[in-house]
Nanobody
């Protein structure tokens, strides 16, 4: 069994940056062999995928954040990151990472990002 812990959230002002981390523990092979994705969920909204990265580093992004966010990973460190630049209040949400195994998604507990204007 693998566990995911997100960190790096906080309160920032518009235009600032944050770097979120997602670290896996337990059955690490589940992390290293699968796609990892970042999702976000704003109050009253559904959970939407922001970015994902395959086990070998191919990244895709939601149109809403493309050019501002960068997803990366290190299978050696069992960690994925989401670098978020030029943040705006519309980016305020709980951010979750997930491992997408193809059979099910394994979720972390989330980290809050709040962007003030």
């Amino acid at each position: 069994q693998v566990q995911l812990v997100e960190s790096g959230g906080g309160v920032v002002e518009s235009g600032e940056s944050l770097r979120l981390s997602c670290t896996a523990s337990g059955r690490i092979s589940t992390f290293t062999l699968n796609t990892v994705a970042w999702y976000r969920q704003a109050p009253g909204s559904q959970r939407d995928m922001v970015a994902q990265i395959t086990y070998n580093g191919r990244a895709t992004y939601a149109e809403s954040i493309e050019g501002r966010f960068t997803i990366s990973r290190s299978n050696v460190e069992s960690t994925a990151w989401l670098q978020m630049n030029n943040l705006s209040p519309g980016d305020t949400a709980i951010y979750y990472c997930a491992i997408r195994t193809g059979q099910n998604d394994i979720w972390g507990t989330g980290t809050q990002v709040t962007v003030s204007s």
